[in-house]
């Protein structure tokens, strides 16, 4: 039997290409596809699907920021071989347009409406457009618990009351802090307005994007910042959610399939890859806190208040070849050295190199591999000009100084990222190169 074989110009290796499934991305350690899904999977499936990343690639899997599964180290052999045999699982997996919604959409009290049906409306009729740049998305938030709030967004639609009546405010562009209000609709204008705009993004060709047809339009002021998905969650129906997570969004197969059959022991029968590199099990309160002390005994993230959840860091060396420091190793000593300074106020972003795959936005303190060692960023994007450079065999003393600056100067009700602007560069730099907080 000859394996099905990608054909090589099949492969999208651009920088910033979306790898799908069928549609894989060369990467540092071989290929990478993207498992995307639109509900929730079961356990085993997901135990399954791990089973499939082990013998097709390298056994290490992403959980995206935006809450994709990432099957890393496949080859063009194994790739399409991985497409055939996850597709024979039946999952729900998403093709085409990613219109996305909260993980508790439509099992959250606190919601202000259930947002599916729009997205589901929105996804159908979109189907025939066709030119879109390959990672156009949609978000719908019902303006629940659990919000998509940071997640950049071409088109965003959050629910929002007007009176009586629950109503749709249509954005543009960025996180929902910075997106540009187009109006305010109901149901049907909503959906009519979204594809008409998709419509008008297609006909400027596939590098067009929100923010293209935003020109004008006023900035959203009243977005609330998104909480963070780690931790138990009381649901409607009496139903619980534990949000979990590994380490910088990667682990390794086998300890996902462990997880997976402790929540199959405990009577857990659904669950959601979500954003910030989570994985929300949902079940009894009884099982959510027990799976939680599994987790944590394996060393998955359990509670918002682990520093690790307050760090975006990318694959970073040797996972991709672009980068120069091995992130991982760099943010799991900042976790453990500077859990002061990482309140959950800022990602701390360390990133391999100043594209910044693992946090687009600006961050108050950005580590970046450089060929000499590493730049220390301020309040900005990877590819700022730095505040710092500093060796890599500096990376933790010079995270302690910060951190020792930000302990001492902090105010009373001040958190790290409105110290960490207050105090301005010129005293993070003073501080990383006197050597003296
Ligand atoms: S940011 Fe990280 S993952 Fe992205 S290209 Fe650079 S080194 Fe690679």
Redesign the pocket.
């Known amino acids: 039997m000859t394996a099905p074989s990608l054909e090589r110009k099949a492969l999208d290796m651009r920088?910033g290409a979306c790898p799908a499934l069928s549609a894989p991305m060369m990467t540092g350690d071989g290929l990478l596809a993207r498992i995307a899904l639109i509900d929730a999977i079961s356990p085993g499936q997901l135990a399954e699907l791990c089973r499939l990343a082990q013998r097709h690639g390298n056994g290490i899997l992403d959980i995206s920021a935006r809450g994709n599964l990432q099957a890393r180290g496949l080859t063009e052999i194994s790739a399409p071989m991985l497409d055939t045999e996850v597709r024979a699982l039946n999952l729900p997996l998403r093709e085409g347009l990613a219109v996305e919604v909260p993980p508790f959409a439509g099992l959250d009290e606190t919601e202000i409406v259930d947002p599916r049906p729009v997205a589901e409306a929105i996804r159908q009729a979109a189907r025939g457009i066709e030119g879109l740049a390959p990672k156009m998305c949609l978000v719908v938030d019902g303006h629940g618990r659990l919000r998509l709030s940071h997640l950049l967004a071409d088109i965003r639609l959050v629910a929002v009351r007007s009176g009586e009546n629950i109503c749709w405010k249509l954005m543009l562009g960025g996180p929902e802090t910075t997106g540009k209000i187009c109006g305010v609709f109901d149901d049907a204008d909503a959906i009519a307005t979204a594809i008409s705009l998709l419509q008008k993004l297609a006909a400027m060709g596939n590098k067009a994007r929100g923010s293209d047809l935003a020109n004008g339009l006023p900035v959203n002021a009243d977005a609330q910042p998104s909480i963070s998905p780690f931790g138990l969650f009381a649901l409607s129906n009496g139903f619980h959610a534990i949000g979990l997570g590994p380490a910088f969004g990667q682990a390794k197969a086998e300890n996902l399939i462990a997880l997976c059959y402790e929540a199959e022991r405990l009577g857990i029968k659904s669950l959601k890859p979500a954003l910030d590199h989570s994985l929300l099990f949902f079940g009894t309160h009884e099982a959510c806190k027990a799976l939680a002390t599994f987790a944590g005994r394996a060393g998955f993230i359990t509670s918002s208040a682990d520093p690790r959840g307050h760090i975006a860091a990318?694959?970073?060396s040797p996972a991709?070849t672009?980068?120069t420091i091995a992130?991982h190793a760099i943010a799991s000593e900042a976790a453990a050295e500077c859990a002061d300074l990482l309140d959950g106020s800022f990602k701390l972003h360390v990133?391999?190199?100043p594209?910044?795959?693992?946090h687009p936005e600006p961050s108050a303190l950005t580590l970046c591999g450089t060929a000499d060692g590493i730049s220390l960023i301020g309040r900005g994007k990877a590819a700022k000009p730095p505040f710092a450079s500093i060796s890599f065999a500096n990376t933790s003393a010079s995270l302690r100084r910060i951190a020792d600056l930000v302990r001492i100067e902090r105010r009373e009700g001040e958190n790290s990222a409105a110290c960490l602007a207050r105090l301005g560069t010129d005293r993070l730099a003073a501080a990383v190169t006197s050597g003296r907080p």
């Open positions: 920088r990318c694959p970073g991709c672009s980068a992130t990133t391999g190199c594209k910044g795959c693992a």
